[in-house]
């Protein structure tokens, strides 16, 4: 069935087809059974390979943030800030100085 040139009635008879015919309600059983059959539960299971990939990569490094090496002012981005800051006193410099001598030649 296609999304985009679905029409009403055409999706109103998919779902009474899958609602009345049974092959549908098995398959649906038999899918469900085979999710439900797993010797741990996926929580578990993350548990698991969580730890087990730790301890084989011996605490695994890589896996660390890299803010953890970071000066204070690399974190808070000081360096950023303060460019940003002398670009617009810049820009704010070079405003008020055309304007200075647009005022001086217009008066």
């Known amino acids: 069935m296609d999304l985009l040139s679905v029409t009403e009635e055409a999706f109103f008879n998919a779902v009474l ?6 092959r549908y309600q098995k398959n649906a059983k038999i899918a469900s059974e085979r999710f ?20 084989r990569h011996h605490g695994a490094p890589h896996l660390k943030s890299h803010v953890l090496n ?23 410099f070079v405003d008020y100085y055309c304007l200075k001598i647009m005022h001086k030649q217009l008066f």
């Open 70 to 92: 970071l000066s204070w002012y690399q974190y808070f981005l000081v360096d950023v800030m303060y460019t940003l800051l002398f670009i617009v006193l810049i820009v704010l």
């Open 36 to 55: 439900k059959d797993r010797p741990i539960s996926p929580a578990e299971a993350m548990v698991y390979w969580t730890e087990y990939y730790v301890i």
């Open 17 to 22: 087809e899958i609602v009345n015919n049974n």
